[in-house]
């Protein structure tokens, strides 16, 4: 029984603000945790995961494994390229067999658009998405938001500018729908090429779509860069890398026109000297290893909400 509204995590459009405090609250007392010399609570006892990686994952499949072991979890892991999948069988085929072993809770990753909703919908186990094709992210999404929150405390009023190739983010969209439903101004900056072909749909949600850097990093608490997808230069969606870092890079110059405690963040892997440079992602306003760090305690708060796990053993 899950403690949350929602039954499965498959996205951040559409979850609750009840639910997202409750997550990020939950988060903060698994973050303590982390820092403990024995980082490990019995909470997710009984309880079996499948981590479920049809994509190449290094973030945020060591983060759930973690997470799954620090809550004292029965977890395994699925390698498509290992499975049967190589040999014909469906992904529905593959999820009943699984399921029929008797597991809880499912992590899924998969290039394809909806795949979490689809399992959620034809399997009894409990569904996280770990990113779905250009949709949602919705994990990453939390620890962003949980790292501005240390910061901030709230993010109401508060201003985050996303750069770079949102078109194709599926943390973009998770940072957007979490941000708006708790009060936060989101501005998106990148080439046109690169921004959601639907702005008026974000526009109807308060988004701001600035097409120069510095306008969208005026007066910005936090910004987001994103990681450039290298192989959209060969879709001609990009002009050539240097130029790209000239107008869209998140560089010291560029940071001029920001607030000087600006939170500089990236949910990797970073394209260094592309769309952010190295002192900057290193530089003393980078709080992108503390995003690793408290993804491992929002995926605790995740698993242990949805499964209805004991978190005060
Ligand atoms: N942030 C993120 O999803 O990274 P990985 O692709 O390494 O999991």
Redesign the pocket.
Known sequence: MSFLETKHLLGLRGVSRNDLRTILDTAKQFREILDRPVKKVPSLRGITVVNLFF?????????FELAEKRLSADSVNFTSSSSSLTKGESLLDTMKNIEAMKIDLVVV?HKGTGVPAFLARHSGAIIIN??DGANE?PN?GLLDIFTMEQKYGSMEGRVVTIVGDVRHSR?ARSNIWGLHTLGAKVRLCGPATLMPRNRNFFEAAGVEFISDIHQALDGADAVIALRLQKERQEDSLLPTLREYRNFFGVTSEALQHAKPEVLIMH???INRGVEIDSSVADGPNSVILDQVTN?VAVRMAVMYLLSGGRADE
Do not use: F, L
Request: zero cysteines; charged letters at 20%; hydrophobic letters at 15%.
């Open positions: 994509e190449n994952s290094t973030r945020t499949r060591i983060s990753r770990a990113g992210h990453q943390v949910p990797g892997p993804g």
